[in-house]
């Protein structure tokens, strides 16, 4: 596995991930996702909406707000309880989570002297209104979870949904994070996908959750995710946070060590609860089968964006030398989620015959799939720099091309190569993509 040091400097080399406001200095824990990173993390995306939303029958989507009234906050158990407890350094002024520090008794950057426990929130506060003092206090959401919770009555009086059901989510959150420095994996703002899914305070939750564990390992594969690097780490009861009755971390084998990956928890019916009483609204569910009503309990699996992009570009990276001696790198992603399905190059940029042939080439397949046309330096770097970017397919357009309406198309993993007619690419090309 490559260190985390080489997949930082690749990830900025090849315009995946950059860090933030790098310009001014950068700001710690903040990065930005350059143009292949952000046609990585769409495919991520899109392949988790595809996988836990569309694919299921028992699931629904949102699209909630970041900012939210501060009351969902108090009632969720946030402002009272999601802190962090840290220590200062007398000296620096640096911070530290105690229960990270192998010495307590000295800071570990500078040596000196650390204060008593204190404890921060892990919420960004921020005001709404043209004035500070007179505005509205709330804070960017530290879960997407709660947007669910308060729009789980919508979603159960206009549409067909009846538990149990799910609704999922995709989007930012923010974090006052002090443990940091470990690249994407822990930053400020990040991107959750999230799920809560109802059920009957009656139904058998131990066998839904482990039914949702098992359907959230069977995503390692739709990704290309190695499951034998996925270990479930049951949480017990002191570390668990305050809202769960049961935890699952499944921890990823990553270059710094093995750490969660995604999670799983019983929410029981403590968020909704806790919606109805701060809300003064009715939360309750008529269940017609039980003929009862009740307040649904809460199945949550819970996804990072940003952690699966990086154990993605971990498991995939490889240096390798092949046959002919030259050494490569190569990424070596599932198709469904390399940024790039296939490349097309002229063999010679100054054959104005054989760039306007590639040309064609590249428009007929832009509009099937995400394609790049190269075709800077020679043949050999560009296939290089295809590899490393992990295009599954590389086209080139030559002079037997003119004459029999072909190309040669290039496997980035056996790297053989094969003669397919231009009419029928579009058709090979999505064949071996989703083979
Ligand atoms: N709603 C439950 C919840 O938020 P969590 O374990 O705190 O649970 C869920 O977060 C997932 O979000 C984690 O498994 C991880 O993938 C991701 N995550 C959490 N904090 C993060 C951070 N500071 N940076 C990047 N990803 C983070």
């Known amino acids: 596995m490559p260190t985390l040091e080489k997949i930082v400097s690749f990830c900025k080399r090849r315009g995946f991930i950059y860090p933030g406001s790098e310009i001014y200095g950068g ?11 952000v046609e990585l993390k769409n495919n991520i995306k899109q392949a988790w909406w595809k996988y836990f939303v569309q694919d299921r029958e028992d699931m629904v989507g949102l699209d909630g707000g ?18 962090d407890s840290l220590v200062e350094c007398k000296k620096c002024h640096k911070r530290f ?14 040596g000196g002297g650390l204060t008593e426990e204190k404890f921060f929130s892990g919420m960004f506060k921020t005001v ?26 919508n979603v159960l009086d206009s549409t067909n949904v009846k538990i149990p059901f799910g609704i999922g989510q995709i989007g930012k959150a923010f974090r006052n994070e002090i443990t940091t420095g ?25 066998k839904i959750f482990q039914d949702w564990a098992d359907y959230m390992r069977g995503f390692m594969d739709v990704i290309g995710l190695d499951k034998r690097k996925l270990h479930n780490r049951e949480i017990g009861e002191a570390e668990r946070a305050f809202y769960s009755k049961r935890t699952i971390d499944m921890d990823y084998e990553f270059p710094f060590g093995k750490d969660e990956l995604w999670a799983i928890a019983y929410r029981t019916d403590y968020d909704l609860s806790n919606h109805q009483k701060m809300s003064g609204q009715n939360l309750e569910y008529f269940d017609e089968q039980e003929n009862k009503k009740y307040i649904p309990h809460v199945i949550e699996p819970t996804f990072g964006v940003d952690r699966i ?42 054959k104005p015959e054989l760039v306007k042939k590639a040309r064609k080439v590249y428009e007929e397949l832009k509009g099937e799939f995400m394609v790049d046309f190269d075709d800077h330096g020679n043949i050999g770097k560009r296939y290089r720099r295809q590899d490393e970017v992990g295009t599954p397919f590389t086209i080139t357009c030559d002079f037997d091309s003119l004459k029999q309406d072909d190309v040669t198309v ?7 190569q094969k003669r397919v007619k231009i009419g029928e690419l579009i058709g090979y090309l999505k064949e071996k993509l989703h083979a």
């Not at 700001?27 to 350059?34: E, F, K, Q, R």
């Open 27 to 37: 700001l710690a824990n903040t990065y930005d996702y350059g143009p292949l990173g």
């Open 66 to 83: 970041l900012l939210m009234n501060p009351k969902v906050w108090e009632a969720s158990g946030h402002v009272e309880k999601f802190k």
């Open 97 to 110: 989570r105690p229960d990270k520090l192998n010495d307590i008794s000295k800071c570990p950057e500078c």
């Open 128 to 153: 709404i209104g043209p004035v500070e003092k007179e505005g509205l206090t709330t804070y960017l959401r530290p879960e997407t979870a709660q947007n669910i919770f308060v729009n789980y009555k």
């Open 182 to 206: 470990t690249f994407i994996f822990r930053t400020l703002e990040f991107e959750q996908m999230e799920i809560e899914y109802f059920i009957s305070p009656s139904a058998n939750w131990k």
């Open 309 to 350: 992009l990086l154990a993605i570009l971990c498991g995939a990276y490889k240096e390798e030398k092949l046959e002919n001696g030259e050494n490569r790198t190569v990424l070596k992603l599932h198709h469904s989620i390399a940024p790039y399905k296939a490349a097309v190059f002229p063999l010679l940029r100054n």
């Open 410 to 416: 290039r496997d980035r993993d056996t790297i053989k």
